[in-house]
């Protein structure tokens, strides 16, 4: 398993982000930022992912976009994850954007092991994922969302349903005592990817 790893390794604060091919080019602007908004040190591991669709997927679903499917990976994912997490005198924070943030929600639900969740332009749009929310026990208290203010304008039917579904998601959440946050950000879904990202890390990390 190969692991990008930025910043420091004593660090209290390891951040692990899943990673597509076509993040990779912005990952040492996304750190820096983080760093620029937080002034704190942190160990930021970029988990990289290359089947994104399956690798990242919580169940089987079918294609939104495209040809390609969804898998049932995620699991398979998370145990390595996992084992990037074993020294106890760390706190650990798992995000990512867009396939990769509703990844980190799913990993809420699976382990206790992270403090927090930066879940930037999250595809809470998965069939069935909100249901998944409000029916099973979230076990991180720290929960970061955001979207930008025209993702859910989209022809797409099934991506459409991002705005109604994000609101649903911080209303659970705060409605069960989880700290939470929603910020809109401008644009759509491409836009600016790796700042979201660093600000939903910088959120969790500070709050």
């Known amino acids: 398993m190969r692991v990008y790893e930025y910043g420091d390794p004593k660090a209290e604060i390891v951040l692990i982000q899943p990673t597509g091919a076509h993040e990779l080019a912005e990952l040492e602007s996304e750190v820096a930022e ?22 990242l997927s919580p169940w089987k679903a079918p294609a939104v976009f495209g040809n390609e499917g969804f898998g049932e990976g995620a699991a398979a994912t998370l145990t390595e994850i996992l084992s990037l997490c074993r020294d ?25 092991v992270f403090a927090g969740i930066a879940a930037a332009s ?3 749009w998965f069939p069935g994922f909100i249901e998944y929310m409000k029916t099973h026990s979230i076990r991180s208290r720290r929960i970061y969302l955001s979207l930008g203010d025209r993702e859910e304008k989209t022809r797409n039917l099934v991506m459409a349903e991002v705005g109604k ?6 209303e659970w959440l705060q409605q069960n ?3 939470t946050t929603l910020e809109w950000n401008s644009g759509g879904h491409f836009r600016d990817s790796a700042f979201r990202t660093a600000r939903a890390f910088a959120w969790i990390i500070k709050s």
Do not use: H, M
Not at 34 to 55: E, H, K, M, Q
Not at 96 to 109: E, M, N
Not at 165 to 170: N, P
């Open 177 to 179: 005592g989880i700290q």
């Open 165 to 170: 579904c994000i609101r649903e998601a911080e």
């Open 88 to 112: 106890n005198t760390k706190r650990y924070y798992i995000g990512g954007y867009s396939l990769a943030g509703l990844f980190a929600l799913w990993a809420a639900y699976q382990t206790d």
């Open 122 to 124: 999250p595809s809470v």
């Open 34 to 55: 983080i760093g620029r908004l937080t002034g704190v040190s942190f160990w930021f591991l970029a988990y990289p992912v290359n089947d994104w669709n399956c690798a």
